[in-house]
């Protein structure tokens, strides 16, 4: 690929296809709204780490803002070609909320591993406070998704590199 094609395929990057866009973006609202509801469910049910269903909520609630602000065509061009007046509150919004979410994503990993595998028994009479099992494997499990899901992103990448090193582009002997 030559340099100009190399900056016109930056500018017009490739759209996905409507299923893939469309279970994405209902994959992404759906987990949310899954944080938000068992947060709120057992919001006092985490003695040992009580800020674990309000990680829940705050992540749900601020990843659902983050999803359905992706929806709208602030960062779009007019239809004149010109660029939309929002799209600078938009995109600095978008940041914003994405770095909220990257520093309460940390602090939940604290609140979670930190307490790793906790008492999940109510009833027990020992000094060791307990921790609802839904709530607490709902929080590790998504969060530990999360690393696979970038580790999986990051292998995906690694291999695309290397396949673009190994295979030569027919474009480019042109």
């Known amino acids: 690929m030559s340099n100009i094609q190399l900056i016109q395929h930056i500018h017009r990057p490739p759209q ?31 003695p040992r780490q009580p800020y674990i269903p309000i ?3 705050v ?37 914003l909320t994405s770095f909220f979410l990257f520093c309460w994503f940390i602090t939940g990993n604290v609140w979670i591993y930190s307490i790793y595998e906790p008492n999940y028994n109510k009833t027990t009479t020992n000094v060791d406070p307990y921790c609802d099992k839904t709530v ?10 999360v690393y ?7 292998f995906i990448g690694c291999c695309l590199c290397c396949r673009s090193l190994v295979v030569p582009n027919p474009s480019d002997n042109v």
């Open 59 to 95: 992540a749900g609630v601020f990843g659902l803002a983050l999803a359905v602000l992706s929806c709208l065509p602030c960062a779009q061009e007019l239809d004149d070609g010109t660029t939309n007046p929002l799209s600078r509150p938009c995109a600095a919004w978008n940041s």
């Open 55 to 57: 990680y829940l909520i």
């Open 16 to 46: 996905p296809s409507a299923p893939v866009l469309g279970f994405s973006k209902l994959f992404v609202c759906v987990m949310p709204i899954a944080q938000i509801s068992i947060g709120a469910v057992h919001l006092n049910d985490c």
């Open 148 to 154: 696979i899901l970038i580790g999986f992103f990051m």
């Open 136 to 145: 607490y494997l709902f929080a590790f499990w998504t969060t530990t998704l």
